[in-house]
């Protein structure tokens, strides 16, 4: 297993060997044993978390198991399914980290039966990875997992990494009444992940193509967890260290792929599953070196990262989404991992972002984003005792590694106008086809959307992704020059992209043209600003073109400005009124009153985009074919409802 990649991490630990740093497999979790009852009882533990799962918990009990079955499996292949197989799989690891809990809690004979159970299940699935992401097809001609030839994805890291928390959390109590299980555990971790892991490496989550994106982390962090606990053989010694090397050095090809400006390409929804992961990764790792090896607040993109969530903070539910990730992500997050980065690098502002979600009353974490980080939440006392913040809501933020500007009226508070406007290219992690486009948010609520994505597929990934309506820009706010819309690809991408941050105006000024292979288009300069005068604000989009005489066969198609709008429309004479969603204020969205304008409505139907948006969202097609310029400007409206016209 031979080390090639040295970046930030390996540089901090290169004074030291792994083995020489290791603490004992025993001891080498930040989370203590179900046998140390002081950590474990019910007075030591957040009374509503705990109620809730046990409650939860003992409605499983005596139910069938869910059980994903083959031709659900099969379905990925047939049909571009995921959800069918994804969703029972996902099901039953839950409810056995509700047994697990309760076993800890408890410490009952039935608890612990049901944690076996669970267990014996997990280890007898056929595949621990999603078939979505399984080459077997590719390797072997199969739809069905090929078990001797295990494909280490999101699915097995997080299987074998459950696993590894309960042998910490219950590893006597299964050994008391199932001897021999523990030794199944470890017999399936070595085949299915570790072995993989150490053999292949040509996995493409590694980023050895430069390519480094979320599940690299992901994938490594659940990887160092079974190492460090199920690797506790006396032969096992050399081979442990030599995986946890292994997976620093992964983590390590991360942290050198983070920006400066600690930003995610993917946005604010992938940095649960991306960054969070790596500092929860690295806060594990500290903790299994006694501290030797600290890392997040020794890398300064680490340290900037963490400021990451509040800066693509809207207000209330709401997020800058980019990509993939939806505008209102679901509120079940590791706000306990963030909570601990922060104070680990003393980020203030981020502290307060995470303590804002600890709401007295409620659960402080739920199992759905897995045993390991509710564990963590249970155990931390820090978070135990957070609450009482709120969220900081920078007034400006600019990302130039991204080329992402989010501003609004004013610093601390959601009220009012806000403005977002990207550059970047296309080809970006979960890619979208959104050079240029914006979005303007009232009260902290979108109301000039970006749509996010509907429920993956196999298609989501493969060579059909841009057929998907959500992907392309003619459903972004973007233009489309001369019937031409934005194509995927790395080259097409905002230049000459230049930032102005000041008291009275946070704008964002780029030139499109490159985005565009359009006949004739030398260049389409947009400006996306926020003005800010005498307590109130306004966004201005200004954009300006220059097409060459149209020389193509037929008459010239047509050149668009698109608005993608959420809420209640309303056409008025000089534009639209707008009342966006969750009861924000009304704006005013107006353009030259010569511009023709249609209006598209877009009927939702998929549970990804309806639980955001509601039921519609609505396109506005700006055609400016014969003009060189545009200016659209949203604000505030002071027209008075219709019932009081």
């Not at 950590?39 to 994903?68: F, I, Q």
């Not at 608890?111 to 399984?134: K, R």
């Not at 997020?319 to 509120?331: E, F, I, K, T």
């Not at 984003?369 to 609450?387: H, S």
């Amino acid at each position: 297993m031979p080390l090639v990649f040295r970046g930030p991490l390996a540089e901090l630990f290169a004074r030291d060997r792994t083995a020489d740093v290791l603490l004992p497999p025993d001891e080498a979790l930040p989370v203590p044993p179900a046998a140390e009852r002081g950590a474990w009882s019910r007075e030591a533990l957040d009374t509503a978390t705990v109620d809730d799962l046990l409650r939860r918990a003992r409605e499983d009990l005596g139910t069938p198991w869910p059980v994903p079955l083959a031709s659900a499996a099969a379905r990925v292949h047939r049909d571009g399914d995921r959800e069918g197989w994804e969703s029972l799989a996902f099901e039953r690891q839950r409810r056995l980290s509700r047994a697990a809990i309760a076993a800890a809690v408890t410490l009952d004979d039935a608890w612990i039966d049901e944690v076996a159970d669970g267990v014996v299940l997990l280890c007898e699935q056929s595949s621990w990875c999603w078939p979505a992401h399984d080459d077997t097809f590719a390797r072997h001609g199969a739809v069905l997992a090929t078990t001797d030839d295990p494909f280490l994805d999101l699915g097995a890291g997080e299987a074998v990494g459950q696993l590894a928390w309960i042998d910490q959390l219950l590893g006597e109590q299964l050994d008391e009444r199932y001897p021999g299980l523990r030794a199944r555990i470890r017999r399936e971790a070595r085949t299915r992940v570790i072995e993989p892991f150490t053999r292949r490496r040509d996995w493409h989550w590694l980023g050895l193509d430069g390519d480094v994106h979320n599940w690299n982390p992901w994938i490594h962090g659940n990887v160092l967890v079974a190492a460090l606990r199920l690797l506790d053989g006396p032969d096992e010694q050399g081979l442990r260290t030599g995986v946890v090397a292994l997976a620093v050095e992964g983590l390590d090809r991360y942290a050198a792929s983070l920006p400066a400006d600690g930003a995610i390409d993917e946005g604010y929804a992938y940095w649960w599953n991306g960054a969070c992961r790596a500092l929860e990764a690295l806060d594990v790792l500290a903790f299994a070196t006694g501290g030797r090896w600290d890392a997040a607040s020794a890398v300064p993109s680490l340290r900037e990262t963490v400021a990451f969530p509040h800066r693509m903070h809207l207000g209330g539910d709401w997020y800058l989404n980019l990509a993939d990730g939806p505008a209102r992500p679901p509120q079940d997050q590791a706000w306990h991992a963030l909570h601990r980065a922060a104070a680990r690098v003393g980020d203030d502002a981020a502290r307060a972002h995470a303590a804002a979600h600890r709401l007295p009353g409620e659960p402080i974490a739920t199992e759905r984003e897995g045993l390991g980080r509710l564990l963590r939440a249970l155990t931390d006392e820090t978070w135990r005792g957070a609450g009482g913040a709120t969220s900081p809501l920078p007034r400006e933020t600019w990302l130039p590694s991204t080329e992402v500007l989010l501003a609004r009226a004013e610093g601390g508070t959601p009220a009012g106008l806000a403005l977002a406007v990207k550059g970047g290219h296309n080809a970006e992690h979960h890619n979208h086809n959104d050079v240029g486009s914006f979005v303007v948010a009232v009260d902290g609520v979108p109301v000039v959307v970006d749509a996010g994505r509907p429920t993956y597929t196999l298609a989501t990934f493969g060579a059909g992704r841009y057929d998907i309506w959500t992907m392309q820009s003619t459903w972004h706010n973007a233009p489309e020059v001369r019937g031409v819309a934005q194509p995927p690809g790395r080259q097409y991408a905002a230049r000459a992209v230049e930032p102005r941050l000041g008291d009275d105006v946070s704008a964002l000024s780029l030139d499109l043209a490159d985005a565009y292979p359009a006949p004739g288009l030398t260049s389409w300069r947009r400006t996306a600003a926020l003005e800010r005068s005498d307590g109130s604000a306004r966004v201005v989009v200004d954009d300006a073109w220059n097409l060459d005489a149209w020389a193509g066969p037929g008459d010239e198609p047509p050149t668009v400005v698109r608005l993608l709008v959420a809420g209640d429309v309303e056409t008025v004479p000089d534009g639209l009124r707008v009342v966006p969603l969750e009861g924000a204020r009304p704006v005013a969205v107006r353009w030259s009153a010569d511009v023709e304008a249609t209006l598209i409505e877009r009927p939702l139907d998929d549970p990804m985009l309806t639980t955001v948006w509601g039921a519609r969202l609505t396109r506005v097609d700006l055609l400016v074919s014969d003009r060189r310029n545009l200016r659209v400007t949203v604000e505030l409206d002071a027209v008075p409802d219709k019932e009081d016209r």
